[in-house]
């Protein structure tokens, strides 16, 4: 829409009738809705735009004729005036069921500054007083409110029922209609008693209002909300300007972030986190580092959470770090990032969470990150629910999963899921069609694919397909006896990471769809039938490789340096030095830290010393200052430009922790007792040990426990065993020792070994 003046609604029977004769005549091919009812002019005098966007307009006039409508339109589309507009024409009050209270609250101020008169919009829910729900239903049976916001719990109280009995309403507008649906990213078991209330209080038209729903989802809202013959109004998905990114998830994440934000400074953006823990500390990080950063989750009390949205509308913060809690409604126009921390539960849910960004049409970065660590969690926290949800859930997550590690246009993908066909092959706004891979003809797997999924009779989804496709004689695959089948094994000879890869690509261009009612059995097109008997060019981009494990740091299957001709200078140095000291070459200098003095280029001690795995301790080595005046050299020679801002603060609780476990040492604590102290596991007390020796390039002195714990010959063996090693290899150590010690011991002697040789 494009914003005019906005203009004040003026008098009782401006809402009757805001249009009248008297206002000029229609303009040509402007329809009438209703009587002396002109829709453009009602736009323009009740909220100051001039034109209607998109489907708007038509989605009014069904709902003004007493049509049921499905709406599915993007975030930041124009969703609410659909209910609003005519809620303000029509007789009646339109009962508007929202979610959350914080979108109700909003949605009713915004009207409270269109109205000259107060009371032309509430809402109803836990947080009124008993004086405040008098003061509404007063203002509802005067036929002074035009819209009531509901939340559906508020909705099913029988008082509220009741009441709502004796009143004309207008029409019920259902937002976040996904939340009816099991397969919706946020489903909500009291939106499935919407329909039976609205039976109870009355009939009249139903309007339902979502950003995000897959065929399977519409179906779902369709259903339980009794509007099965809905109109239907399906805008694109399409949102050109939003950059689309999935990054490795690494060790060094937090930096990567903060690197991020530094970058674009100023510009305001939204953190998505699974937990509020992780929220709570990254908001830590954040302002440790000078960023203007709040969390937002729903632990917080009300005020609070006020007041950092309030904040953020304001530009007062700079960054929201969040749970899912925070975004609904939240009609911020220039968000120009959203990251998620945690790759998402559902498409869905990463969709409408992304679509928070670049709203008016500008900069909009959208960066996921993800580990496999991540997804495995996901997993686990749906252990113990029915096994129903079990199932819909890990269909979800594998729908993200493969999002993730796809190589095909991202923007592509996303479309698909949500029914919608994206035509071009290059949309040059993700990272994969800016940086995309080798294509590889895929036709004759294809045709294999396709064949095998016949043979098992369209019954199965993508996991068992694959299974049956490379021969794995699976426990369901011998129950179904498809072991016996011609077909099984028919791709076995093939690469196995090319069959994901082959059925996402068939998915999309319409040789394969997964079944709505029973969502992803894989079915085989007609198009994908008459590939069999006339295969064509079909070629495919392998998945993206991530490493199994997120603890990885940038160096070790992360990011790779930036500057690979330094790199490899400083790797030749590096080797100079082991053969002079007779060390291995990781306990000069770690690969990491490596990588990072070939990215950001450090020419002082001082600047080594904000490297990872660089401290005081490697500072005074007699190596130290020739790697700075290798770097420096390098960089006079290539006219190299230097990010002179490397250091990333960490949390102060986290940085005493580190202190209070230095002091103990030095006061030689055991180790056991240190972690008792700390209220921490023995375990992550030998990860904070690590971080201070590795990652820190700090020296302690562990011996006192060691001598304790461990005969010194065990010890010594140890260390030579690392000594002898070419890199820091702590797999091959367990190997090695782990039937004669356990895990814990060998990290000592690691943490030992590393710290003297090293630091």
């Given at each position: 829409m494009k914003e005019g003046t906005k203009t004040k609604v003026v008098g009782r029977s401006d809402l009757q009738s805001p249009c009248s004769s008297s206002e000029g005549s229609t303009p040509q091919g402007q329809k009438d809705v209703g009587e002396g009812i002109n829709l453009t002019q009602a736009l323009k005098k009740y909220f100051g735009f001039d034109t209607f966007k998109g489907d708007q307009e038509a989605i009014i006039q069904n709902v003004l004729a007493g049509n049921d409508t499905f709406v599915l339109m993007p975030t930041g589309g124009g969703k609410s005036l659909c209910y609003q507009l005519p809620s303000l024409l029509m007789d009646g009050v339109a009962i508007v069921i929202s979610p959350l209270i914080a979108l109700m609250k909003n949605q009713v101020d915004f009207i409270a500054h269109l109205s000259e008169h107060e009371g032309t919009a509430h809402f109803l829910n836990s947080s009124l007083t008993k004086t405040a729900i008098d003061q509404v239903k007063s203002d509802i049976r005067s036929g002074r409110t035009k819209l009531l916001y509901v939340a559906p719990e508020s909705l099913t109280k029988e008082?509220?029922?009741?009441?709502?009995?004796?009143?004309?309403?207008?029409?019920?507008?259902?937002?976040?209609?996904?939340?009816?649906?099991?397969?919706?990213?946020?489903?909500?078991?009291?939106?499935?008693?919407?329909?039976?209330?609205?039976?109870?209080?009355?009939?009249?038209?139903?309007?339902?209002?979502?950003?995000?729903?897959?065929?399977?989802?519409?179906?779902?809202?369709?259903?339980?909300?009794?509007?099965?013959?809905?109109?239907?109004?399906?805008?694109?998905?399409?949102?050109?300007?939003?950059?689309?990114?999935?990054?490795?998830?690494?060790?060094?994440?937090?930096?990567?972030?903060?690197?991020?934000?530094?970058?674009?400074?100023?510009?305001?953006?939204?953190?998505?986190?699974?937990?509020?823990?992780?929220?709570?500390?990254?908001?830590?990080?954040?302002?440790?580092?000078?960023i203007k950063a709040q969390c937002y989750h729903a632990g917080l009390d009300t005020a609070t959470r006020t007041q950092t949205q309030d904040d953020f509308l304001m530009e007062k913060i700079d960054v929201i770090v969040a749970t899912i809690a925070f975004g609904m409604g939240i009609d911020k126009p220039d968000v120009r990032f959203v990251i998620h921390y945690d790759i998402p539960k559902s498409l869905e849910g990463y969709y409408q969470e992304t679509g928070r960004a670049g709203r008016d049409g500008g900069e909009g970065l959208c960066i996921a990150f993800y580990s496999y660590k991540d997804l495995q969690k996901l997993d686990k926290f749906m252990e113990g629910k029915p096994v129903a949800e079990q199932d819909i859930g890990r269909q979800l997550l594998q729908e993200t999963a493969a999002y993730a590690e796809t190589s095909v246009c991202r923007r592509k993908m996303l479309l698909h899921y949500f029914g919608e066909e994206y035509k071009e092959d290059n949309c040059h706004n993700c990272d994969n069609c800016l940086h995309p891979g080798t294509k590889i003809e895929a036709a004759n797997q294809l045709v294999i694919a396709l064949q095998a999924i016949l043979a098992i009779k369209e019954n199965f989804r993508s996991d068992y397909v694959i299974d049956f496709i490379t021969g794995r004689e699976t426990d369901e695959i011998v129950a179904h006896r498809h072991n016996d089948l011609e077909e099984f094994g028919s791709g076995e000879d093939e690469n196995p990471k090319i069959w994901n890869p082959i059925i996402r690509q068939a998915l999309i261009m319409g040789y394969l769809k997964k079944e709505v009612e029973n969502y992803g059995l894989l079915k085989v097109t007609a198009a994908g039938k008459k590939f069999i008997k006339n295969p064509r060019s079909f070629k495919v981009v392998?998945?993206?490789?991530?490493?199994?494990?997120?603890?990885?740091?940038?160096?070790?299957?992360?990011?790779?340096?930036?500057?690979?001709?330094?790199?490899?200078?400083?790797?030749?140095?590096?080797?100079?030095?082991?053969?002079?000291?007779?060390?291995?070459?990781?306990?000069?200098?770690?690969?990491?830290?490596?990588?990072?003095?070939?990215?950001?280029?450090?020419?002082?001690?001082?600047?080594?010393?904000?490297?990872?795995?660089?401290?005081?301790?490697?500072?005074?080595?007699?190596?130290?200052?020739?790697?700075?005046?290798?770097?420096?050299?390098?960089?006079?020679?290539?006219?190299?430009?230097?990010?002179?801002?490397?250091?990333?603060?960490?949390?102060?609780?986290?940085?005493?922790?580190?202190?209070?476990?230095?002091?103990?040492?030095?006061?030689?604590?055991?180790?056991?007792?240190?972690?008792?102290?700390?209220?921490?596991?023995?375990?992550?007390?030998?990860?904070?040990?690590?971080?201070?020796?590795?990652?820190?390039?700090?020296?302690?002195?562990?011996?006192?426990?060691?001598?304790?714990?461990?005969?010194?010959?065990?010890?010594?063996?140890?260390?030579?065993?690392?000594?002898?090693?070419?890199?820091?290899?702590?797999?091959?150590?367990?190997?090695?020792?782990?039937?004669?010690?356990?895990?814990?011991?060998?990290?000592?002697?690691?943490?030992?070994?590393?710290?003297?040789?090293?630091n």
């Open positions: 008082d509220n029922v009741e009441f709502l009995r004796t009143v004309k309403v207008s029409f019920y507008a259902v937002d976040e209609a996904h939340c009816i649906s099991e397969w919706g990213h946020d489903f909500r078991p009291e939106y499935r008693r919407i329909r039976p209330i609205i039976n109870e209080i009355g009939n009249a038209p139903v309007i339902a209002l979502t950003a995000t729903a897959t065929d399977k989802v519409r179906t779902d809202i369709k259903k339980n909300l009794g509007i099965v013959d809905a109109k239907e109004f399906k805008s694109s998905f399409n949102r050109p300007n939003l950059y689309y990114e999935v990054r490795q998830k690494t060790k060094d994440i937090d930096k990567d972030i903060v690197r991020f934000i530094k970058q674009h400074t100023g510009k305001s953006g939204i953190i998505y986190c699974l937990s509020r823990k992780k929220v709570e500390d990254l908001a830590e990080v954040l302002r440790a580092n000078d392998e998945d993206h490789e991530f490493s199994d494990d997120d603890d990885v740091s940038a160096g070790e299957g992360g990011t790779s340096a930036l500057d690979p001709t330094l790199s490899a200078m400083l790797h030749d140095l590096r080797r100079k030095w082991s053969r002079k000291l007779d060390r291995p070459p990781y306990v000069i200098f770690q690969d990491v830290s490596i990588e990072q003095m070939a990215t950001y280029y450090p020419v002082t001690l001082e600047e080594l010393k904000n490297i990872q795995g660089v401290g005081d301790g490697k500072t005074r080595q007699p190596y130290a200052k020739e790697f700075v005046t290798l770097i420096k050299r390098y960089c006079e020679e290539n006219d190299i430009e230097r990010q002179t801002d490397l250091r990333v603060r960490t949390k102060a609780k986290d940085s005493m922790r580190k202190l209070k476990i230095l002091q103990n040492i030095d006061r030689r604590i055991a180790l056991d007792d240190i972690a008792n102290a700390l209220g921490i596991d023995f375990d992550e007390l030998l990860d904070e040990l690590e971080g201070i020796v590795l990652y820190s390039g700090n020296k302690i002195n562990i011996d006192f426990f060691l001598n304790e714990i461990m005969d010194p010959d065990d010890v010594a063996d140890i260390c030579d065993f690392f000594r002898e090693q070419e890199k820091d290899d702590l797999e091959a150590a367990y190997r090695e020792f782990g039937q004669d010690f356990s895990e814990d011991e060998i990290r000592l002697v690691r943490i030992k070994f590393i710290s003297d040789m090293a």
